[in-house]
């Protein structure tokens, strides 16, 4: 069983730039399709993005308009997400989760969860 922990949460002012990142244990990040979700307070958790395990493809929720990336590190079985720009609205809690379905868009496709980190981005 994969156990997730994402790090490198925190309070930043709003045109700042964080990076999360989303270390995995039982199992390595280059077999799951590793996802980025996030949820705020009052709202379902919605989908930020998400990375293949291979041949390695993102994707992106639409509203992001190209301020996040996500990427992999095999040999450190650590995933991340680079956010830039960030706005008082990108605050959440931030989850990492990983799936070996298909799909990777919604949250019901997700095997694994980490147990999610706080980001708060300041006016």
């Known amino acids: 069983q994969v156990q997730l922990v994402e790090s490198g949460g925190g309070l930043v002012q709003a045109g700042d730039s964080l990076r999360l990142s989303c270390a995995a244990s039982?199992?390595?990040?280059?077999?799951?399709?590793m996802g980025w979700f996030r949820q705020a307070p009052g709202k379902e958790r919605e989908f930020v993005g998400a990375?293949?395990?291979?041949?390695?493809?993102?994707y992106y929720a639409d509203f992001l308009k190209g301020r996040f990336t996500i990427s992999r590190d095999n040999a450190k079985n650590t995933v991340y997400l680079q956010m830039n720009s960030l706005k008082p609205e990108d605050t959440a809690v931030y989850y990492c989760?990983?799936?070996?379905?298909?799909?990777?868009?919604?949250?019901?496709?997700?095997?694994?969860w980490g147990q999610g980190i706080q980001v708060t981005v300041s006016s």
């Open positions: 989760a990983a799936t070996t379905n298909y799909e990777v868009a919604g949250a019901q496709y997700y095997n694994y």
């Open positions: 990375i293949r395990w291979r041949p390695g493809y993102s």
């Open positions: 039982g199992g390595t990040v280059s077999s799951y399709n």
